[in-house]
């Protein structure tokens, strides 16, 4: 068992990461009632070096992320040597999380090494269930929320967030040389891999897109249902994700669904109206 020191400096570690990324986390920011914050900080911490060991890490980013998802099983059947899971350990014993959203996490970031393209939307749907799904899976948990009923909402919550995100993205994902617009898909619409790759637009390319829009939206409506489900910060928060992912396609819209060009942005002053319509309902 982490000793209470070990764990009080995980939890001076994961709030600090949590608001370094302020933006990235209005959510424990803005509406979490104060009793589950240090909680909510050490998912986010969590989430937040899987990503960076994906994302960032110098080296083999495969063997790394084997080693973390050995390190991070021990906050269920083992002792933590590391500040931020032995905080986390905590958490997911008193909130009683369950393990394979993290694991599945994990997964996504091993998806991202061995892959640029995918083949066909249920492969795409597939990646978004080990990449986004299991973040909704989590903040359910810590509300003691995460059932059978509840947890499809939020899964459909979550793809759309992350295709919203994908398609804002289009752009700057290519100029990565990734594609996570569906293979299928472009080849349904007579879209040019080599187009994207060199952000050339297209008219071809616009309708795929406000398909791919349409797509999104479906999910979010398809998910909204989940916040006459929940209440209290949960529904709030849920209203504010569901805002957010809309405004985020609203802008791609607005801008002719055109992300080659320029990344289309969402307004503080947006975020700040959604946040508050989530306030007050």
């Known amino acids: 068992m982490p000793t209470p020191e070990l764990i009080a400096e995980g939890d001076a570690r994961c709030e600090r ?54 390190q991070v099983a021990a906050c269920w059947s083992g002792d933590p040597a590391i500040p931020e899971l032995a905080a986390l350990q905590r958490t997911v014993r008193e909130r009683r999380l369950r393990e394979e959203p993290f694991h599945k996490l994990i997964e996504a970031n091993r998806m991202d090494q061995r892959q640029s393209r995918w083949a066909t939307w249920a492969d795409l749907r597939r990646y978004c269930a080990h990449s986004a799904d299991p973040v909704g899976r989590m903040v359910l948990g810590l509300f003691g929320e995460d059932d059978d009923r509840r947890g499809p909402l939020s899964d459909a919550i979550c793809t759309g967030l992350q295709l919203a995100n994908h398609w804002q993205d289009v752009g700057k994902d290519a100029g990565k040389g990734r594609i996570y617009l569906p293979q299928e898909d472009l080849g349904r619409f007579g879209v040019k891999e080599e187009d994207i790759l060199q952000k050339r637009s297209t008219p071809e390319f616009i309708k795929l897109m406000k398909f791919e829009v349409g797509r ?47 990344r289309p942005k969402v307004s503080k002053k947006t975020k700040m109206w959604l946040a508050m319509k989530a306030l007050v309902g």
């Open 216 to 262: 999104a939206r479906g999910l979010f409506d398809e998910g909204a249902l989940l916040v006459g489900l929940v209440g209290g910060a949960l529904k709030r928060d849920v209203k504010l994700f569901l805002g957010g992912g809309r405004a985020i396609l609203d802008a791609v819209e607005r801008q002719g669904w055109d992300t080659l060009a320029r």
């Open 17 to 70: 990461l949590a608001r370094a990324h302020y933006e990235n986390f209005t959510v424990g920011s803005w509406f979490l009632p104060k009793d589950m914050r240090r909680d909510f900080f050490a998912v986010y911490a969590f989430c937040r070096m899987t990503d960076d060991l994906g994302d960032e890490a110098a080296g083999d980013r495969l063997a790394l992320l084997d080693g973390w998802e050995r």
